[in-house]
C-alpha cells in the first residue's frame, strides 16, 4: 500500500537519488532524517499503521541508491528497534517518541564516528607524508586534517573522479585548510604513485570477506599502489559493513545514466556505440592494508568480526527497551 510522504522526505529521497546528497555518511544520515521527518509527520492512530507509513518511507528511500550499505543499514537501525520495540509500548506516541530518539542517536553517532576515525587515521600518518586520494569522504578529510593539525607538514594528490568529479570537493576543502593539493586526472595515479607514501580512501561498502565497494576507478587505484608497494588504508564507519554478505549475497553495484558521461545528442552520432556507466567498483582485500573504523584499527580480514559485532542479534540491552 502507497502513503502518502511528507514533501521534505520526497525531496530528501529525490535529491540522494539525484547526487545532490552525496557520500555514504551523508547520504545515510540523510536518510535517517526522512525516517525522523516521517515519524513526526505520521497521523497514524495505531502502532501497525504507523509502522507501515515507515515503512513504506524506508522502501522508498532504499530504492534511491541500491550499492549505499550505509542508507540500508541507517534504515536498519531505526527500522530494526522500532519492530522488537512495537510490543513493549503503551501506544502509537510512545513509538514515535522512540522513533525520534532511535534517529537522533543514529545521526549525532555517525558525526562521532568520522570523529573518531581522524583521531585514529591521523596516527598513521607520518610527517611529510604524500597521500594519494579518490572521490570525496567526510572521513578520509578527517584523517588528513587531523594530521595536518597535529603538526605534520603533508602533500596530497586528489584525482578528480569522474564522471561527477567528486575529487575536486576533496582538492577544494583540503586546500582551504593551507594544506597543498595537486589535482590530477583518474588515469595518471600510476604516473604519480612512486611518490606517494599512502592511499587514503573511503568506502561506501565493505563485504565481510573484507573487499571494498567505493567508487569506481578505487580498484584501479589499489592495483596500481600494489604493484608500487604503496600501503592503502581505507576509511569507514561500522554502518558501512554490509551484514548480507556474511550470507553469500553481493554487493549492487548501481550503474548510472549515459549522460554523466556524454550528452544524448552526441551519443546519438556515434554508430553502434553504447554507453555503460557503474558508479563503483570492487577492491579485493589484498589490496588493502588497513580499514580505519570508529572502533579502531583492523585489517580487511577482520571485517567479519565487525559485523558479528553490529550486525548479529539486537538485544534488549541495545535497543533501550
Excluded at 502502532?47 to 507501515?52: R, S, V, W
Excluded at 513493549?88 to 573518531?116: H, M, P
Amino acid at each position: 500500500m502507497n502513503y502518502a510522504l511528507p514533501e521534505k522526505v520526497t525531496q530528501i529521497a529525490e535529491d540522494i537519488k539525484a547526487m545532490k546528497i552525496r557520500g555514504a555518511g551523508k547520504i545515510a544520515r540523510s536518510a535517517v532524517s526522512a525516517l525522523k521527518m516521517s515519524a513526526e509527520a505520521s497521523k497514524a492512530k495505531d502502532i501497525d499503521k504507523f509502522l507501515a507509513e515507515l515503512d513504506f518511507a524506508a522502501e522508498t528511500l532504499l530504492q534511491t541508491r541500491p550499492t549505499a550499505v550505509s542508507l540500508s543499514n541507517g534504515i536498519r537501525y531505526v527500522m530494526g528497534r522500532l519492530r522488537q520495540a512495537k510490543n513493549r509500548v503503551s501506544g502509537v506516541e510512545e513509538l514515535r517518541g522512540y522513533a525520534i530518539r532511535v534517529a537522533d542517536q543514529f545521526i549525532e553517532n555517525s558525526l562521532k564516528a568520522i570523529q573518531r576515525i581522524g583521531e585514529f587515521g591521523a596516527k598513521r600518518i607520518k610527517d611529510g607524508d604524500i597521500i594519494l586520494t579518490h572521490c570525496h569522504s567526510l572521513a578520509m578529510v578527517a584523517v588528513i586534517e587531523n594530521a595536518w593539525k597535529q603538526g605534520k607538514k603533508l602533500q596530497v594528490y586528489s584525482t578528480e573522479t569522474r564522471p561527477r568529479f567528486q575529487g575536486r570537493i576533496t582538492a577544494r576543502t583540503l586546500g582551504e585548510v593551507g594544506i597543498p593539493v595537486t589535482l590530477i586526472v583518474d588515469s595518471a595515479a600510476r604516473y604519480f604513485m612512486n611518490e606517494v607514501d599512502k592511499v587514503i580512501v573511503g568506502a561506501d561498502a565493505i563485504a565481510a570477506n573484507g573487499a571494498v565497494v567505493n567508487k569506481i576507478g578505487t580498484s584501479m587505484i589499489a592495483l596500481a599502489a600494489h604493484e608500487a608497494r604503496t600501503p592503502v588504508f581505507v576509511v569507514a564507519e561500522t554502518y558501512k559493513f554490509s551484514p548480507e554478505t556474511l550470507t553469500g549475497e553481493l554487493i549492487v553495484i548501481e550503474e548510472r545514466d549515459a549522460s554523466e558521461i556524454i550528452s544524448p545528442n552526441r551519443l546519438k552520432t556515434m554508430k553502434n556505440v553504447k554507453v555503460r556507466n557503474p558508479a563503483f567498483d570492487v577492491t579485493p582485500a589484498e589490496y588493502v592494508d588497513l580499514i580505519i573504523t570508529e572502533k579502531g584499527i583492523i585489517p580487511p580480514q577482520g571485517a567479519i568480526t565487525i559485523l558479528q559485532e553490529e550486525y548479529g542479534w539486537l538485544t534488549d540491552e541495545k535497543t533501550g527497551f
